[in-house]
């Protein structure tokens, strides 16, 4: 594997009475895996009360892990968000679809940094959901209600859909997460005429394979890429920080819907990763959110890919 990172220029901002802006630069990070090319691309960030993360977790010991990252006390978290694009052949291949513009004000630009690629919506062949979370699914449409990705095929774990699509939902989901039901079968039944559903093990598209991790949602998909001996994994949320969920990964995340069964896939997973030494990507680690996991005593560090 290859790892570039280059600054790229993003479109110009007009002004009142016809004056330009300079374009923006926006940085990107890219890694060649075989045959394919992965870029990075931030969607901006989120801000999280910081009980939306570490839940019933006594103060006193979330700090004393969070000290060393600067982020002991901090009453708001700031996750990056790194959506995964992939291109091998003839497939242009986008992991999520961000925020969109009704989520956060810090979130949603995922359309400048393809811009800045100099890629196009229609040129992505595939959409492919890890889960249906705003942040991941949110930006799926455009201004008018339809699909943004128009030439795009959208693929989403069955379990996952079944959740999201079920009537019943808004009213026996959390009273916090309303919004997110509501938002998420919205979207959903936009796409649902063409949307391609898969089970674990599915290989989605060529040379990636759904991986079931549920528990931040009931259907919540990882994927293995594939591309001649080489091979990575897109994570999604199943591991969505790097501090608490490396250090800690049997506490329960408040933002896990199933917090026990998140722990148990998080800690199964990083034994994975770390004993194979696989790199992967996360959406909410450290831009541009790409490493490894080391073990460390009876735990884990997250290692960023240099």
Known sequence: MKITRRTLMSGTIA??????????????????????????LSDGHLMLPRSFVLGDIPEAEANAVLEPFGLAGADTLLPDCNLTLWRESDRTVLFDAGSGPDFMPTAGHLMAAMDALEITPEDVTDVVFTHGHPDHLWGVLDDFDEPLFANATHHMGQIEWDYWTDPSLPDTIAAERL???????????????????????????????????????????????SAGDETLMVLGDCIANHHIAFVRPDWPNGSDQDTAQGAETRAALLSQLADSGTVFVGFHLPTPGIGRAVRNADAFRYEPLT
């Open 15 to 40: 002004l009142a009475g016809g004056a330009m802006l300079p374009r923006i630069s926006w940085a990107n990070t890219t890694l060649t895996v075989g045959s394919g090319t992965l870029d990075m």
């Open 179 to 225: 919004t997110f039901a509501v938002g998420a079968a919205r979207r959903l039944d936009v796409l649902a005429a063409d949307i391609n559903l898969f089970a674990d093990g599915t290989e989605v598209v060529p040379g990636v394979t759904a991986r079931a991790t549920y528990g931040h949602t009931p259907g919540h998909m990882s994927f293995e890429i």
